[in-house]
C-alpha cells in the first residue's frame, strides 16, 4: 500500500509538472474566455471615449434575438450544410478509388491529399481567379458570367463553398483513406465468396465499418465550417448583401469596422457554444461507439 | 454439390512461384486435406480456388462448369470459412449468417427458415442476436461455420478454421466438423498445416511443399508409404527417422551398422542404382533391446505418460527417436543401448532425388 505521505508527495509533484502547461492555458485560454463573457455584459458606446455602460445580460439577448445575428447563424449553417456533405461523399469517393492495389495509386493518392498543403489564401487566390468575370474559367467558355459569380447574392456563398469544399478535400480524402485501412481485407474476401456484389460490398461492409471515420469528420468538418473566416475576408467580405456574412466574418466586422467590442464578444460566445456542442456531440458518440473487436 | 479440379495451376507473385502446376482433382463429397508447411503455397491454391486471387496459368474447374478463370469469386457458388472467421463486426449473428442468402436474393420467408436451419445444427440459437465482439472463439468459428453451411454450394472451403481455437476446442471442433461434412454430403476442401487435423479428417491428404504437390492418398496410405523424404519427415509425430546410409550389396550400411533389406527392395534398390540412400524408420518401428545391431547413445526420454520418446544419438553423430510404450524399462540418460528395426517396416529413399524406392 502507498502510504499517505508518498501519495501526497507523488500528487504535489504532478500539479508541479502540470503548472507551465496551466499557466499557458489561463494566460491565453481561460482569461481571455472569461474576459470575453464578461466583455459582453457592457453595451460600448456609440462614440469614443464615453463610458461603458454595464447592462448585464440585455445586450446578450439584444443581440442573439437580432435578425442580423439569425441572418449570419443562418448563412453559416447553410454554408455548413454545403460544405459537409458534399466534401465527404467527394473525399470518401476519391478514398475508395484510390484503395486498391494498382500500380502508380501512389501518384493520385498525392494529388488527392495535396490540397491539405495549400493554405485557404493560395485556395482563395486560385479560385478568385477561376471565378473571375474577365480572365476567369466561364468567359474562358465563352459564357458571360454577370453579374460576377462572386458579386451573384445567390452564387457568392456556394462558390466560397466550392472553395472550401476543395480546400478541406486533401483532409477528407487522407481521413476516409487511413478509416479505409482499418477495414481487414478479409472481410472484402468473405463478401466476395458469399455473393456480394461492388455495391453490396461498399453498402453492407465499408460504409457501416467506416461510419466512425465518417461520423468524425462530420463534426470537424461542421466546426471547421463554423471557423470559416480566410476565404470569406479574401473573396466576398461578407457580401454580396450580406450573404456570406458568416459568423467569424461577422464577428470581426462588428469589432474591426463597428468598435463594437461588446456585441463582437457576445457573438463569440454564441460561436463558442455551438463549437462546444458539436464537440460534445463528438466526444459521447465516440465513448460509446462498440469497438469491434 | 460437385467435384472441383486444379488444372495445371500456376500461381506467381513477381518472381516467386507460389503454386507450381498443381494438378487436383476434388471429388463430389469428398473432404480433401490440403496439408503442407506455412509458405507451402496450400493457402494460394484454395485462394484461387474461391476466386481471391487470379491464377497465373493453368484452369480451376468447379462442379461442370469448365475454366472458372473468368469467374468472379461471388458466382463461383463457394463457401469459405476463413482463419479469422472474416465476421462482419457490425452485424448480428443473424444477419452474418444471412448474408449470403441475401446477396443471392433468397426470398425473406425462405431465408429465415435456413438462418434458423444453420443456427440450429451448430447450437447457434441463443446467440442470434448478439454481435461477434460479444462471442468467445469458438462461438465465432460456429458463425463462420453456420454462414458457410447456410447455403448449399457446389464446395466448401476451410483455410486453417480451427488454428485460432485452444487444443480442447480444436479436438471437439475437428469430430463435429468430419460429422457435419458427412451429413452434409459436402466436397470439402480444407487448408492445415496440422498433420493430426489432416489425418484424423481427411478422405485424401494432399501434401503441398514450395508450391510443388508432393503426393496424394488417403492418410493411412500416406502414412504407410511416403512419397518422398518431405512427406515422410512431414508425417507422423514424432517424425519417421530419417538417418543417410550408403547402399552395400544388398544392406545398407548406418553409422558402421549394416541393415539388411528384405529381397524385393534389395532388389528395387539395386535396380536403383544409387549409391546414397536416406533409411527411413519410424519411432514405433524401432526397437530398444540388448540385441540390437544398431548401438546408440541415449541422450533424453520424453514422457508422454501413454508413451515415451528415447531421443538417441547414433555413433556417426545422427539423432533418432524411438517410441516405447509408458510400460517399458526406461534406458538411463546417457547410456548405450543398442536398437533394431523391423526389415518389414524400413523406408528408402534415394539420397539424391529423395524419391522413395518401393520393391
Not at chain 1, 157 to 178: R, Y
Not at chain 1, 244 to 252: G, R, S
Not at chain 2, 158 to 177: G, W
Not at chain 2, 344 to 358: K, M, S
Request: glycine share 8%; proline share 6%.
Amino acid at each position: 500500500m502507498i502510504s499517505r505521505q508518498r501519495r501526497a508527495r507523488e500528487m504535489s509533484l504532478a500539479y508541479f509538472l502540470l503548472l507551465p502547461s496551466l499557466a499557458i492555458f489561463a494566460l491565453f485560454v481561460f482569461y481571455p474566455f472569461f474576459k470575453n463573457f464578461y466583455l459582453g455584459l457592457f453595451r460600448t458606446p456609440p462614440f469614443p471615449g464615453l463610458p461603458k455602460t454595464y447592462v448585464g445580460f440585455d445586450q446578450y439577448s439584444e443581440v442573439l434575438s437580432s435578425s442580423e445575428f439569425l441572418n449570419s447563424l443562418r448563412t453559416t449553417i447553410a454554408f455548413a450544410i454545403m460544405t459537409v456533405p458534399t466534401g465527404i461523399v467527394l473525399g470518401l469517393g476519391l478514398a475508395v478509388l484510390a484503395h486498391r492495389q494498382l500500380r502508380g495509386v501512389g501518384i493520385y493518392r498525392t494529388i488527392f491529399s495535396s490540397t491539405v498543403a495549400t493554405s485557404v489564401a493560395v485556395a482563395s487566390v486560385i479560385f478568385g481567379t477561376l471565378f473571375n468575370p474577365v480572365v476567369g474559367l466561364l468567359p474562358w467558355l465563352g459564357i458571360d458570367p454577370r453579374p460576377p459569380i462572386l458579386d451573384n447574392p445567390d452564387l457568392a456563398l456556394p462558390a466560397v463553398a466550392i472553395v472550401t469544399i476543395w480546400q478541406t478535400l486533401g483532409l477528407t480524402f487522407i481521413l476516409m483513406s487511413s478509416g479505409l485501412q482499418t477495414i481487414p481485407e478479409d472481410l472484402y474476401e468473405a463478401a466476395r465468396v458469399d455473393g456480394a456484389t461492388p455495391t453490396r460490398r461498399f453498402w453492407q461492409v465499408t460504409l457501416p465499418l467506416l461510419s466512425p471515420t465518417i461520423f468524425f469528420a462530420v463534426v470537424v468538418g461542421s466546426i471547421f465550417a463554423f471557423q470559416t473566416f480566410g476565404q470569406i475576408d479574401l473573396l466576398t467580405q461578407g457580401g454580396p448583401l450580406k450573404r456570406t456574412n458568416v459568423l467569424t466574418y461577422f464577428i470581426v466586422t462588428s469589432l474591426r469596422q463597428q468598435n463594437n467590442d461588446g456585441k463582437a464578444a457576445v457573438l463569440a460566445v454564441a460561436l463558442f457554444s455551438i463549437t462546444l456542442v458539436l464537440t460534445l456531440i463528438q466526444v459521447r458518440v465516440l465513448e460509446r461507439r462498440v469497438h469491434y473487436a | 454439390m460437385g467435384r472441383v479440379a486444379f488444372v495445371g495451376v500456376t500461381k506467381r507473385f513477381d518472381d516467386v512461384v507460389a503454386v507450381d502446376h498443381l494438378d487436383l482433382e476434388i471429388a463430389d463429397q469428398e473432404f480433401l486435406v490440403l496439408l503442407g508447411p506455412s509458405g507451402c503455397g496450400k493457402s494460394t491454391a484454395l485462394r484461387m480456388l474461391a476466386g481471391l486471387e487470379d491464377v497465373s496459368e493453368g484452369s480451376i474447374e468447379i462442379g461442370f462448369r469448365g475454366d472458372m478463370n473468368n469467374v468472379e469469386a461471388k458466382d463461383r457458388d463457394l463457401a469459405m470459412v476463413f482463419q479469422s472467421y472474416a465476421l462482419y463486426p457490425h452485424m448480428t449473428v443473424r444477419r452474418n449468417i444471412e448474408f449470403p442468402l441475401k446477396s443471392r436474393h433468397v426470398p425473406k420467408a425462405e431465408r429465415d427458415e435456413l438462418v434458423a436451419d444453420a443456427a440450429q445444427s451448430l447450437g447457434l440459437e441463443a446467440l442470434l442476436d448478439r454481435k461477434p465482439a460479444q462471442l468467445s472463439g469458438g462461438q465465432r468459428q460456429r458463425v463462420a461455420l453456420a454462414r458457410a453451411i447456410v447455403r448449399r454450394p457446389t464446395a466448401f472451403l476451410m483455410d486453417e478454421p480451427l488454428s485460432n481455437l485452444d487444443a480442447k476446442l480444436r479436438v471437439q471442433t475437428r469430430a463435429e466438423l468430419i460429422e457435419l461434412q458427412q451429413r452434409l454430403s459436402a466436397t470439402f476442401v480444407y487448408v492445415t498445416h496440422d498433420q493430426v487435423e489432416a489425418m484424423t479428417m481427411g478422405d485424401r491428404i494432399a501434401i503441398m511443399n514450395e508450391g510443388r504437390l508432393q503426393q496424394v492418398g488417403p492418410p493411412q496410405e500416406v502414412y504407410d508409404r511416403p512419397a518422398n523424404v518431405f512427406v515422410a519427415r512431414f508425417i507422423g509425430s514424432p517424425p519417421m527417422n530419417t538417418v543417410t546410409g550408403e547402399v552395400v550389396g544388398d544392406s545398407i550400411m548406418v553409422a558402421g551398422t549394416a541393415f539388411p533389406l528384405p529381397g524385393p527392395l534389395a532388389a528395387a534398390v539395386r535396380a536403383a542404382g544409387c549409391a546414397a540412400v536416406v533409411l527411413g524408420v519410424r519411432p514405433e518401428h524401432l526397437e530398444i533391446g540388448a540385441e540390437g545391431p544398431l548401438p546408440a547413445t541415449v541422450v533424453v526420454v520424453e514422457s508422454l505418460g501413454h508413451e515415451r520418446h528415447v531421443i538417441c544419438r547414433l555413433d556417426d553423430g545422427q539423432m533418432v527417436i524411438v517410441r516405447i510404450q509408458s510400460d517399458e524399462a526406461v534406458p538411463a540418460a546417457e547410456s548405450t543401448v543398442r536398437l533394431s528395426a523391423d526389415p518389414g517396416q524400413l523406408h528408402v529413399f534415394d539420397a539424391a532425388t529423395e524419391l522413395r524406392i518401393d520393391a
